[in-house]
C-alpha cells in the first residue's frame, strides 16, 4: 500500500515537472525506479510474515511458492518438517519425488530439498513417473531412523497398484533409502470382521453392477478384503499416526476406496503386526487426517471425487481400534459442502500448545498442479466435537484453547 502510494507520488512528480521529457537516462533510471518498487510491493502482499492465508501462495525462505502438497509435519528438535509430494507444471505425477521444509514457526519455511528421488532406473518401483502421493514421516526413537510411507502408483498403470512405498534415513531432511513397496496385511483378517464374513462364497463377479443396495451390503461385509486376502489390501491415501506409548499406524483408504484400513505397524515402524481394522466400511473414504484430544481419537476424510472438493467428514473413536463412529461434516458456514475448496492431508498438533491442532488441507490445481495451494486452518471445537470455520487469515495466537 505504502509502496504503491509511493510510486503513484513519484510518478506524478515526475511527470508534472517534465522530468522524464527532459533527460532519456533519467527516465531510464525512473523505469528500474519504478520495477523495483513493483517488484517490492508484489514480495510485501504475498510475504506470509502476518500468520496463515489459506487458499493464497505460500513462499517460502527464497519466494518460491511451497511444493510439498498432499504432505504431512514431523516435529522433531523443536523444528517442524513438512514433507509433501512435489508437484510440476503440467503433471501430478512424480517427476522429482518428495520435497521437505523445515520451520520453527509454521509460517517461514526454509526449503530442504527433495528427499526421497525419484529413480532413473526403468526397473524401479520409483521410476521417474510414477505416482508418489502423500507422504508422512514418523521417528522411531528405539532405532534412530526416519521412517517414510507414501502411496505409490506404478508407472504407466493408473492407480491399480493401489501400493504403499517405505523408506528410510538416518537425518529427518535426508536423503531417504527406498526399501520397497507393497499391499499390506496379506493372508491377516482384520480384527472386526466376522466369521460368517470371512468365510462367505460371495465374490465381486457375483455382481454384474456396482452401487446396487446388494453390492453396497457386500461391500460392506468385505467383498473386497476376501477378494485381496492372499495379495494384500489395497493403499492410497494414507497418514501415520504415532500413539502416546510410541505405537505407530497406517491409515489408507482401501477395498477400492471404499473402505478405510487402520493397520499397526511393528516396533520399528517397517513393517506390519497384521492387526489391523476396517473402519466405516463401504463409507468411500479418503484423504484420511487423525489426532488425539483428552483421549479421544478424530479422524477428518473426505470423500472420492478425484481432484475435485467435497464435503468433509468426521469421525470418532474412544480408542484407535473402535468402535469408529461418523459426525456431520465438520466444516461451517459459505463452502463447507466442499471443505473451502479443499481437500485434508493431515493434523498438525502444536507442540507447546494444549489441545491445539492445525488441520491441513490441499486446495488442487490439476491444470497447473505445481500452482495448487494449501488450506491450513485452526481446530475449534463444539460441544466436544472438531468443527472449522473458514478464515481469510490467522495465527497461532487464535490457538489458546478455546471452548464454546
Ligand atoms: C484424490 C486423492 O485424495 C489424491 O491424493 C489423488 O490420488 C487424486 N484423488 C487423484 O485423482
Redesign the pocket.
Known amino acids: 500500500m505504502v509502496v504503491s502510494f509511493l510510486s503513484f507520488l513519484i510518478m506524478s512528480v515526475s511527470t508534472r515537472s517534465g522530468f522524464l521529457r527532459q533527460t532519456p537516462l533519467s527516465a531510464f533510471l525512473f523505469l528500474i525506479l519504478c520495477i523495483c518498487l513493483t517488484g517490492f510491493s508484489a514480495l510485501a502482499q504475498s510475504s506470509p510474515s502476518s500468520g496463515f492465508h489459506p487458499g493464497k501462495p505460500w513462499p517460502d525462505q527464497e519466494g518460491v511458492h511451497i511444493n510439498a502438497h498432499?504432505g504431512g509435519i514431523l516435529y522433531h528438535s523443536n523444528t517442524y518438517y513438512w514433507f509433501g509430494e512435489h508437484k510440476s507444471e503440467r503433471s501430478?505425477a512424480a517427476l522429482v519425488g518428495i520435497t521437505c521444509y523445515a520451520s520453527t514457526d509454521l509460517v517461514h519455511w526454509k526449503n530442504e530439498g527433495v528427499v526421497l528421488s525419484v529413480s532413473d532406473d526403468p526397473q524401479s518401483d520409483i521410476v521417474r513417473g510414477c505416482?508418489m502421493?502423500?507422504p508422512k514421516v514418523v521417528y522411531n526413537p528405539s532405532t534412530g531412523k526416519f521412517v517414510l510411507y507414501f502411496?505409490l502408483e506404478l508407472k504407466g498403470q493408473g492407480?491399480s497398484a493401489a501400493r504403499v512405498g517405505i523408506a528410510v534415513s538416518d537425518r529427518v531432511t535426508g536423503p531417504y533409502t527406498y526399501l520397497r513397496s507393497l499391499r499390506p496385511n496379506a493372508n491377516h483378517w482384520p480384527l472386526n470382521m466376522t466369521e460368517a464374513q470371512r468365510t462367505s462364497a460371495i465374490v465381486p463377479g457375483d455382481f454384474s453392477r456396482w452401487w446396487t443396495d446388494e453390492w453396497r451390503q457386500a461391500v460392506s461385509d468385505g467383498l473386497f478384503v476376501r477378494r485381496d486376502h492372499a495379495g494384500g489390501q489395497m493403499s492410497?491415501?494414507m497418514t501415520l499416526y504415532v500413539d502416546d506409548d510410541g505405537k505407530a499406524y497406517h491409515i489408507y483408504a482401501s477395498e477400492e476406496n471404499l473402505t478405510l484400513h487402520l493397520a499397526e505397524l511393528t516396533d520399528d515402524y517397517l513393517g506390519y503386526t497384521g492387526k489391523w481394522i476396517r473402519i466405516d466400511p463401504g463409507g468411500h473414504n479418503?484423504?484420511p487426517a487423525i489426532f488425539k484430544k483428552e483421549g479421544k481419537y478424530f479422524m477428518i476424510t473426505?470423500g472420492?471425487t478425484?481432484?475435485d472438493p467435497n464435503a468433509a467428514r468426521l469421525l470418532s473413536a474412544p480408542s484407535i481400534w473402535g468402535p469408529w463412529t461418523r459426525h456431520p461434516n465438520p466444516c461451517t458456514g459459505p463452502d463447507a459442502d466442499l471443505t473451502f475448496r479443499s481437500?485434508s492431508t493431515f493434523i498438525l498438533p502444536v507442540a507447546d500448545r494444549k489441545d491445539a491442532f492445525i488441520f491441513m488441507a490441499d486446495r488442487?490445481n490439476p491444470r497447473k498442479p505445481i500452482d495448487a495451494t494449501y488450506v491450513w486452518l485452526p481446530i475449534q471445537f463444539h460441544q466436544g466435537l472438531p468443527i472449522l470455520e473458514w478464515m481469510d487469515q490467522w495465527d497461532l495466537s487464535f490457538l489458546v484453547l478455546r471452548d464454546f
Open positions: 498432499g501430478s505416482v502421493e502423500r502411496h492407480y492410497r491415501d479418503e484423504a473426505s472420492c478425484g481432484w481437500q488442487w
